[in-house]
């Protein structure tokens, strides 16, 4: 069993600031202190599930802490194992024009759950990429100086130790226009991302004003050299529709498009609408910038305006869109293309009441950012003051405070199925084995391993690699059992073509091909649904064009029928359970699976309950493993069924008693009897319980044995239709139970 996982920071008292949860809608329901019945989301739907909010940062009085940044890149702990180190920076200039930056960083080395790292102020803030040596390349927003109405000397440095020292590296812009000065300090500001093109070279995107321009463009700079020397290389957006286009976030599509996301404002118009396009060769050429395509969760009228766009695209393929002013926001594009976006809705919230609708924008800059911590979340940042200007002591009436403050929060973003297996919880716990002959490494990229395949990560240098010219890539995964598979997730070598054929076996003898994947170029995962097929051990053989170039598999994901609860947001009732008390998902006390739902009765007058229903059936199978590890108290089990009169009855209702022994309860005579004794399933540990059930009757065995059989506790069935879990009644307290791997077939 692992430790609990802190949820404080390091740095300040990491709890929640009042007065947010009530502000802030939410798709999916929360499970956290809810005693009215709760559904979960759909298990076959794109959910956004957002957590609470915590300070990283709070200034002395006086000190300006505020336009919040944060970056993920792979790393190995300490233990060996993969995990997302993340950079979060912050401002304490003021926010005008010609001020010289003043920042600050803080490190995680567990996906931004805690930032132990101490503040490190000679970092400076910026954009940060991670480099294919391995290195973090970081440029500063506001350039040095101009050196001439050509070229400007940036800000920039690098870090070979995973952004724990940097270094300065003297880096220049250079372009063929003509700066405008009258319009523009310092040339350019670079904004916001770094990224590779297809041939190599490194692209970053800026805005500037030219000499005949009327306002901002933005555009992409090029550099062959890592980041010393740079040259204009694409106009990505210019004045259109009377709107100028900077502060632009630029990010690759799921089909290697880029697409832009552009701030705008004009004439007289500080704060425009988001506007949009892309490019389909590379960055050279771009679309024209069209209005963003938005839809709210809420149904209420999408944003007007917005700042600081962020897009990232997530391995489960699924691309995120941050944005803020007012206020701070995300959304989603589902297929990962960015063509609209939906499901937006508030992360965070704080302005002055008095006088709103004159200082509506006051309060949280909306600038900020979020950072791919893992396959299918997000950890996002922002401030609760914008510098210098955000909360000036004539305003008053604020939802939060008035005082300067950089916040973080997690978002799970999860797509279609429930079935997740967790492959690196298991390798960890040594219930999953890899075989592979995708061994190689190198200290400079320490993610390439055979565990990059499995840690959640599409990045380029996080993958399982084959460098021999001789022989195939195969990467073998032993299941801990046999499952039921019905979905595969591959990436491949992130933006290069490749191919691989996935196969399946139950004795690691016989072998069945279920996915054959032809030549692809992967930028995130690629999901193949499968019919239901059995299997014990999974090969993928990854064959990439180049026959005498290393053949990468950036990321496997296995899906089955078994509700893993992997693919679940944490702290939310689980998805496809409905009539939901004290039930939700959870990622501490957890075993070889990272994610359980956990049953916690904080009542004496309710039952703590979630029920899952089906389509009826004359026969029934539920299997589940369940742990109590609260006080000593009697957990149900129980498959749902019709009569001619009902539907939804407890067809069997069955438990595992205080002592460990297991019940069947009878509702003609409303009596309890035991069909195994005390013991059978002691409490604080893992147990694993199978219902076989017809219409007549059923068996019942705990850790594969039969442990007895039973009539329908409810008599006149015609139907079996789901199940429930349950504590053991309303005036018992302090009920709890874990419960994972649920299959009902």
């Not at 956290?32 to 915590?54: E, K, R």
């Amino acid at each position: 069993m692992r430790v609990s996982r802190s949820r404080s920071v390091a740095l300040a008292a990491g709890v929640a600031l009042a007065g947010v949860a009530s502000l802030i809608p939410a798709t999916a329901p929360s499970a956290g202190d809810i005693d009215v019945p709760t559904d979960g989301a759909d298990p076959n739907g794109y959910v956004i599930a957002q957590h609470d909010h915590t300070t990283v940062f709070e200034p002395p009085p006086g000190v300006i802490g505020g336009n919040a940044t944060a970056e993920a890149f792979d790393a190995v702990g300490g233990d060996g194992l993969p995990v997302r180190r993340v950079q979060m920076t912050w401002q304490s200039n003021e926010d005008v024009a010609a001020a010289d930056s003043e920042a600050s960083m803080v490190l995680s080395d567990d996906g931004g759950y805690t930032f132990p790292s101490g503040v490190n102020a000679e970092t400076g803030a910026g954009w940060f990429s991670k480099l294919r040596d391995g290195s973090i390349l970081g440029v500063e927003f506001i350039p040095k100086r101009v050196i001439d109405e050509h070229s400007v000397e940036l800000i920039a440095r690098r870090s070979t130790d995973n952004g724990s020292t940097w270094r300065d590296l003297p880096s220049t812009f250079t372009t063929d226009l003509t700066f405008d000065p009258t319009k523009f300090d310092r040339g350019i500001r670079v904004h916001r991302d770094i990224f590779y093109a297809a041939d190599g070279a490194l692209l970053m995107t800026y805005y500037t004003t030219y000499e005949g321009d009327p306002g901002y463009r933005t555009e992409l700079a090029r550099s062959t050299d890592g980041g010393a020397t740079w040259h204009r290389y694409a106009t990505v957006a210019s004045f259109t529709d009377g709107l100028w286009m900077g502060e632009s976030g630029i990010e690759r599509a799921a089909n290697g498009d880029l697409v832009a996301v552009h701030r705008t404002g004009g004439p007289g118009v500080s704060l425009g609408p988001l506007y949009t396009n892309r490019s389909t060769d590379d960055g050279r050429t771009w679309t024209r910038p069209e209005p963003l395509r938005l839809t709210t969760a809420s149904g209420e009228p999408a944003p007007t305006t917005g700042v600081m766009p962020v897009l990232r695209l997530l391995p489960n393929g699924i691309m995120t869109l941050t944005f803020g002013r007012p206020d701070n926001w995300i959304a989603i594009s589902p297929d990962g293309l960015g063509h609209r976006f939906e499901q937006a809705q508030r992360t965070y919230v704080n302005h002055p009441r008095v006088n709103q609708a004159f200082q509506r924008n006051h309060g949280s800059s909306g600038n900020g950012a979020h950072a791919v911590v893992a396959a299918n979340r997000v950890l996002v940042v922002g401030d609760n003051c914008a510098p210098s200007w955000g909360c000036p002591e004539t305003d008053a009436g604020f939802t939060i405070d008035g005082e300067y403050r950089v916040w973080k929060k997690f978002v799970d973003v999860v797509g279609p199925n429930v079935g997740k297996i967790d492959l690196l919880g298991k390798v960890e716990a040594g219930t999953v084995t890899v075989d592979t002959t995708m061994t190689h490494t190198t200290p400079r990229l320490p993610e390439t391993s055979p565990l990059g395949a499995i840690d959640g990560s599409t990045d380029w240098a996080s993958a399982a690699v084959f460098r021999s010219v001789r022989g195939e890539g195969v990467y073998t995964v032993n299941l801990d059992r046999e499952y039921t598979l019905n979905q595969i997730g591959l990436a491949l070598q992130h933006g290069a073509p490749g191919a691989a054929r996935v196969e399946v076996s139950t004795d690691g003898t016989t072998w069945t091909e279920v996915v054959d994947t032809g030549t692809i170029t992967s930028y995130t995962q690629t999901y193949y649904p499968v019919p239901d097929v059995r299997a014990r051990h999974v090969r993928v053989t990854v064959a990439d064009t180049d026959p005498q170039g290393p053949e990468f598999l950036g990321e496997l994901e296995l899906y089955s029928t078994v509700d893993s609860f992997e693919n679940d947001p944490v702290g939310q009732v689980p998805r496809g359970y409905t009539g939901a008390i004290g039930a939700a998902v959870t990622d501490f006390d957890v075993d070889d699976s990272r994610h359980v739902m956990r049953l916690a009765d904080a009542w004496t007058d309710k039952i703590a309950t979630a029920r899952w229903e089906s389509e009826p059936a004359s026969e029934q199978t539920l299997a589940f493993r369940v742990n109590s590890i609260g006080y000593a108290r009697g957990f149900a089990f129980t498959t749902l069924g019709s009569t001619a009169d009902a539907t939804g009855v407890p067809a069997y209702h069955l438990n595992i008693g205080a002592d460990g022994s297991i019940g069947w309860y009878s509702y003609e005579t409303k009596t309890w009897t035991k069909i195994a004794p005390a013991a059978t399933a002691p409490q604080r540990v893992w147990h694993e319980v199978r219902v076989e059930a017809t219409l007549d009757g059923a068996e019942v065995f705990v850790g594969g044995a039969s442990v007895g059989t039973v009539r329908p506790s409810t008599p006149g069935l015609t139907a079996l239709s789901g199940h429930q879990f349950s504590s053991s009644g309303t005036s018992s307290q302090y009920d709890h139970f874990l419960i994972d791997d649920v299959e009902q077939s």
